[in-house]
């Protein structure tokens, strides 16, 4: 039996990542955190980062957590400037390679990517949702697409993964429903959002069989801070790590690093 990988990420590096460190190590689940370096010595400190590294991956997400798209526009070299350093400071802390880059806010272009590539990342996640695919990784190494997220979607990433991606499945198309009506309904309730990742791991087992063997791969994209800011929405969230963790023969917990050497062969 094929196990779907499914990675977890939990952006901004924020003092809340530390309770979430704990509650994934409990159930054996790994996770990449993504760091924006204005919290280090604020939200987090060294020994903080070199922590949630042991849980499994550490990505950068800038020095400043500034809108890439719009800072290219005025100076390249500051862009440079964010993902170069960003990489070289996180690498030093944590003694390993910073394989993953996080677009601060979603945003990026053409130029964007390149400048990421330049940098030496091999993988930039981006936060266009509805994917399912590892196809769709591996096509867009530079601007991979998420599954879903506890937070709000900007309409435009919605618009940008129907266009560009591969959804053809009729599970994706029950995704992109289940999504759209969340939407129109509930787009500033996030125990919602939370509510629609529960179902759609749900669903991913009562469909299994028919989705094995279709390179499935989920990355569902949280935020510590937004999660301990309300007790129902940690007890959700808990509940879906409890879900993932208790069907180890369904789902495999996994980091985007796992795939490199897989990629480079």
Not at 2 to 8: A, F, G, Y
Not at 128 to 144: F, G, K, M, T
Not at 149 to 162: A, G, L, W
């Amino acid at each position: 039996m094929n196990k779907i990988p499914i990675l977890l990420f939990f952006d901004d590096g924020v003092r809340e990542d530390l309770a979430v460190a704990e509650l994934l190590a409990k159930r054996k689940l790994k996770a990449v955190f993504s760091i924006q370096l204005k919290n280090i010595g604020t939200q987090l400190n060294k020994e903080d980062i070199l922590k949630l590294a042991s849980i499994g991956e550490i990505a950068s997400h800038t020095i400043t957590h500034t809108n890439l798209v719009t800072l290219a526009r005025v100076s390249p070299s500051l862009v440079r400037r964010e993902l170069f350093y960003s990489k070289m400071y996180l690498e030093k802390l944590v003694r390993k390679p910073i394989h993953t880059f996080v677009y601060p806010y979603g945003s990026y272009n053409t130029m964007v990517k390149l400048l990421v590539k330049e940098a030496g990342y091999s993988f930039a996640r981006t936060m266009d949702p509805l994917n399912i695919s590892l196809q769709n990784i591996v096509a867009h190494r530079y601007e991979i697409p998420i599954t879903l997220s506890d937070d709000i979607i900007d309409k435009y990433q919605i618009v940008k993964s129907i266009l560009n991606l591969n959804i053809k499945t009729s599970f994706s198309f029950w995704l992109l429903r289940k999504f759209t009506l969340n939407m129109t309904r509930n787009s500033n309730n996030r125990l919602y959002w939370l509510e629609l990742i529960l179902q759609f791991l749900k669903r991913i087992i009562i469909d299994f069989n028919r989705y094995k063997d279709k390179n499935l791969f989920i990355i569902l994209v949280f935020h510590s801070k937004n999660i301990f800011s309300d007790k129902n929405q940690l007890d959700l969230f808990k509940e879906i790590l409890d879900f993932i963790a208790n069907n180890p023969q369904f789902f495999k917990s996994i980091v985007l690093q796992d795939l490199t050497s897989w990629l480079e062969r």
